[in-house]
């Protein structure tokens, strides 16, 4: 990172903690250690995850996963598995474990501001007697991501509060979104793929290549 762009730059946690303090007694011990059954319930009525991976570098990446809700398979207070569903084949996230396990997860029931943190060290698996588990439109994942448990909490809701994401008032107009064909057209605009193009095979992804 260039730092000349930046004036005041923090490089010290005594500096930080100057400035906003110190966590509370309930922030400091609402974290656990394994799967409890508050945990398990949040996890079954989720149906989108976040989780984060690094590089035996540190370049870090984020990726959502997503499916029906309870589509993570808990095998017991220690483990979870997330059900590698068909993507575009880039496996960020799983070429990342396999050079280092660290993840990190959030987990999002929709109308539900409070989420659920889960870090842990993660290994892809493909157990079929696992994999039967996440069978989805008749079809099984080939693999799975399964995480062994260090730290189970809930975080604040603020974040969702600020945002106003539940709220459809402060949605934007669907005509004033973005359009994901035209951006990626521009990006890849070295291969003169046009943005039709790209909105066909999208098109074509995501109704016939979901599972």
Not at 84 to 109: A, T
Request: with cysteine.
């Amino acid at each position: 990172m260039n730092h000349n762009i930046f004036k005041e730059v923090i490089d010290s946690e005594e500096e930080l903690r100057s400035m906003y303090g110190y966590p509370s007694e309930l922030v400091n011990n609402k974290s656990i250690t394994f799967i409890d059954h508050h945990c398990r319930d949040y996890i079954s009525k989720s149906p989108l995850l976040f989780i984060a991976t690094s590089d035996s570098s540190g370049n870090c990446d984020v990726s959502p996963r997503g499916d029906a809700a309870g589509f993570v398979y808990v095998l017991d207070d220690k483990h979870l598995v997330i059900p590698e569903r068909p993507g575009n084949r880039r496996f960020d996230s799983l070429r990342n474990i396999l050079l280092n396990s660290k993840v990190g997860l959030i987990f999002i029931i929709p109308g539900l501001e409070e989420t659920l943190r889960i870090n842990g060290h993660a290994r892809i698996i493909k157990d079929q007697e696992i994999m039967v588990h996440m069978e989805a439109q008749g079809k099984l994942p080939k693999l799975g991501i399964a995480v062994e448990v260090e730290e189970c909490y809930m975080h604040c809701a603020k974040a969702f509060k600020r945002s106003h994401l539940w709220d459809d008032t402060y949605w934007p107009l669907k005509a004033e979104l973005p359009k994901p064909s035209v951006i990626i057209a521009e990006h890849a605009k070295e291969l003169g793929i046009s943005q039709e193009d790209v909105s066909k095979g999208l098109k074509d992804s995501y109704e016939n290549r979901l599972y």
